[in-house]
T-cell receptor, first 115, second 114 residues
């Protein structure tokens, strides 16, 4: 059974710092990995999707990498800002037979960027 | 942009009531999902649907049912609400496909059962 782990569970950094969030998964048979952002009391916002054949994806100050063979992904946030404060979740889409595109989620990293 | 809309942001219901949570997506996605999110437990899949009138149980279906009569709408039904169903409920949708399919979420419904 696929398991997804995110470490650390919480992180506090000063504004302007570059930071890395980690995501690991136990089964490398995945179609893709997706990073989400969740603000308190809100739904999930999709940030980046990396297909299994890709190594990284970039959007603005965000860069996500994928090393499928070792079961790891990182989300790099450059020049962090207080507005980046949120919970970040990663999710993998395992390869399986049948429909549905189900995702397996990590429990998230709660990020606080302080002034 | 894909839009997934949940009918309510906040709901307060009494124990034993029948509760309907509605979700609508506007991008002709085949797949729709209902999750609940609880502190320390993360997101857990309740039910999903991969086509109209098709549904499959997720990891925690007990106490819930679903309905998908139209492609764009997926309803979650709490047959007899209980206090342990107090939670954040999240709806999502995605295209059928493989490596390039992205999931999109609604804004969430915070349900309190008293």
């Amino acid at each position: 059974k696929q398991e997804v782990t995110q470490i650390p569970a919480a992180l506090s950094v000063p504004e302007g710092e570059n930071l890395v969030l980690n995501c690991s998964f136990t089964d490398s048979a995945i179609y893709n990995l997706q990073w989400f952002r969740q603000d308190p009391g809100k739904g999930l916002t999709s940030l980046l999707l990396i297909q299994s054949s890709q190594r990284e994806q970039t959007s603005g100050r965000l860069n996500a990498s994928l090393d499928k063979s070792s079961g790891r992904s990182t989300l790099y946030i450059a020049a962090s800002q207080p507005g980046d404060s949120a919970t970040y979740l990663c999710a993998v889409r395992p390869v399986f037979t049948g429909g549905g595109n189900k995702l397996t989620f990590g429990t998230g990293t709660q990020l606080k960027v302080e002034l | 942009d894909v839009k997934v809309t949940q009918s309510s942001r906040y709901l307060v219901k009494r124990t034993g009531e029948k509760v309907f949570l509605e979700c609508v997506q506007d991008m002709d996605h085949e797949n729709m999902f209902w999750y609940r999110q609880d502190p320390g437990l993360g997101l857990r899949l309740i039910y999903f649907s991969y086509d109209v009138k098709m549904k499959e149980k997720g990891d925690i279906p007990e106490g819930y049912s679903v309905s998908r009569e139209k492609k764009e709408r997926f309803s979650l039904i709490l047959e007899s609400a209980s206090t342990n169903q107090t939670s954040m409920y999240l709806c999502a949708s995605s295209l059928e496909g493989q490596a390039d399919t992205e999931a999109f979420f609604g804004q969430g419904t915070r349900l309190t059962v008293v």
